[in-house]
């Protein structure tokens, strides 16, 4: 590289960290002093909401507990906390608790058989889902406020199933308008709140299902992933995410999917405190067609995998990868060796520096127009928009216009992204191949303040770009930074290898102990 790159990197560099320390000081001054969701109100309610889904199932079953005792400790945190949180659009619901009381009812007279129990392991267990994914007579806003009063007829079919889990659904979360932004606010019930520092974004857009995991709010969640949208959350909430293999999972209900979309980037997957949760939430949720080919009750072996590992996507417009950042991939990668007895490889991968320019290339490709799901079926004018927002009379966050500016700028060359995602995507699956694991940056730098995205947002490109190539990635907490923040690893495998990505998850909760609550532990 000639002198003069190396002199233009550094100073881009110094921008970015010159810019970040800026916005860092103004933001936080203008939010206030630090606050932090507070933790349950005994040791004893703590010790029971912070179970893991699994857990909480097995002690159902065993009658250790009682399903209307956990519903209804989750409803009672919910409504504790969320005046901090903002987290919630709907719930929680009354009926739920009939629900487990019912299921309490039947595993006292021994109604449930063996069989029962295989096929409905979460019976029992609360869980959440965002807000652009349909709940039968549950509001469906998608953040909109022309849609505030509007109700979903049916189930996505995700939904569908884990309700037939036995799972019991008590609440739906906040989203970004039509789910397309880095952070979870909209103009209909405001901004979520980061359970580790209320004055820090949740990500976007399963935030709200981010804030409501990490802070014991419910057993688990549901999130979709089209440009990071589970891994940002459960990144900056410092929780477990999985974006499953493209078409893994049936997206029909989801944000107005059919299912039967042949070419997206979209999915839906599990979001949890803890990795062991993972696994069992796939195989309720993966098409049956498909699982032979994830092969998700196949054992893994972690002494016989490769691994591989990036420094950075090389993108000017993201920030340089903090310090911090760097010591959570070291560690893991000390780690792996001690495992294995191999080296870590550092993977060149070709084209990441154009992470960014190829998502946008195929957002245009995806089904759903953003346009008109922002406008519930109308066009807007983007400039129109910005006029009444500037005048405080939209009824749009600048988030969302954002994105209706960027519908009208000029597009990515087709030819190009095209030619850069297939050698891009065909390097990183002949690296993998069938035993190969490849560690990822999160983000350069853990969750910024609130209003942070809207001057600078490429960050997102280290998540986006496993939505271009369609791969699995799993989202695991790693510690906390120095600020109290989460921070985090992105665990990548081939094409319909998710479990790969999952045992290592497991691994990596094993050594480096995975969620850390948000709040002070009880004695």
């Known amino acids: 590289m000639p002198f003069w790159s190396h002199v233009l990197e550094a100073l881009l560099a110094l921008v970015h960290i010159l810019t970040d320390r800026l916005l860092e000081f103004a933001l936080g001054w203008y939010l206030g002093p630090y606050r932090r969701v507070q933790g349950p109100p005994s040791a004893e309610q703590q010790a ?119 799972a019991i659904i008590i609440a739906t979360s906040n ?19 980061n359970p580790y520092d209320l004055r820090r974004s949740v990500g976007g857009s399963s935030g709200g299902e981010g804030a409501l995991i990490a802070a014991c709010c419910t057993g688990f969640g549901l999130g979709t992933d089209i440009g990071g949208s589970i891994r940002i959350p459960a990144f900056n909430c410092g929780v477990f995410g999985h974006k499953p293999t493209a078409g893994a999972v049936n997206m029909a209900g989801c944000t107005f999917r059919t299912g039967k979309e042949k070419e997206t980037m979209v999915c839906a997957g599990p979001m949890s405190r803890f990795a062991k949760d993972l696994l069992p939430m796939m195989q309720v949720l993966v098409e049956p067609e498909l699982k032979p080919k994830l092969k998700l009750d196949q054992e893994v072996n972690l002494k016989k995998l490769r691994y591989f590992y990036v420094a950075s996507n090389g993108m000017a417009q993201c920030n340089p990868i903090n310090r911090e950042t760097e010591r959570v991939m070291y560690k893991i990668r000390k780690h792996f060796e001690r495992i294995n007895g191999q080296d870590v490889r550092h993977a060149n991968v070709p084209n990441t520096k154009l992470t960014g320019k190829m998502w946008r290339y195929w957002m245009t490709q995806e089904p759903a127009n953003f346009n008109l799901l922002l406008g519930n079926g ?70 910024p303040f609130h209003f942070y995205p809207l001057v600078k947002f ?62 002070p532990l009880k004695q």
């Not at 058989?113 to 509001?139: C, H, I």
């Not at 989203?175 to 709140?193: A, D, H, Q, Y």
């Not at 695991?476 to 998710?498: C, E, F, R, T, Y």
Request: aromatic share 8%; charged share 30%; with cysteine.
């Open 48 to 166: 029971l909401l912070s179970k893991s889904a699994v857990e909480l199932a097995q002690l159902i079953r065993e009658r250790k507990i009682r399903s209307y005792d956990i519903v209804k400790a989750y409803c009672e945190r919910i409504e504790n906390v969320n005046r901090d949180l903002n987290a919630v659009v709907d719930g929680p619901f009354p009926e739920a608790l009939e629900q487990a009381r019912e299921i309490d009812r039947r595993l006292s007279k021994k109604e449930y058989s063996d069989e029962d129990f295989r096929r409905q392991p979460f019976l029992g267990v609360p869980f959440t889902t965002k807000d652009s994914t349909s709940v039968a007579g549950k509001l469906h806003t998608l953040g909109l406020v022309c849609r505030k009063t509007e109700r979903s007829a049916t189930d996505a079919e995700c939904v569908r199933l884990m309700k037939e889990s036995g």
């Open 175 to 193: 989203v970004p308008e039509v789910n397309k932004w880095i952070e979870s606010r909209n103009m209909l019930i405001g901004g979520t709140n």
């Open 378 to 447: 109308a066009e807007l004018n983007p400039f129109v928009e910005l006029f009444k927002k500037l005048l405080g009379q939209s009824d749009y966050s600048m988030a969302a216009i954002y994105g209706l500016i960027d519908s009208v700028l000029p597009k990515e060359s087709e030819k190009l992204m095209r030619e850069a995602t297939a050698k891009c995507k065909k390097a990183v699956q002949d690296l993998l191949g069938d035993d190969g694991v490849l560690f990822y940056h999160s983000s350069p730098r853990t969750a």
């Open 458 to 519: 490429n960050d997102f490109a280290y998540f986006s770009l496993f939505n271009v190539l369609r791969l699995p990635a799993t989202q695991v907490p790693m510690g906390l930074d120095s600020k109290g923040m989460p921070l985090g690893i992105q665990v990548v495998a081939n094409l319909n290898n998710d479990r790969l990505c999952l045992a290592v998850a497991e691994e990596l909760e094993r050594t480096f102990g995975g969620w850390v609550p948000p709040f």
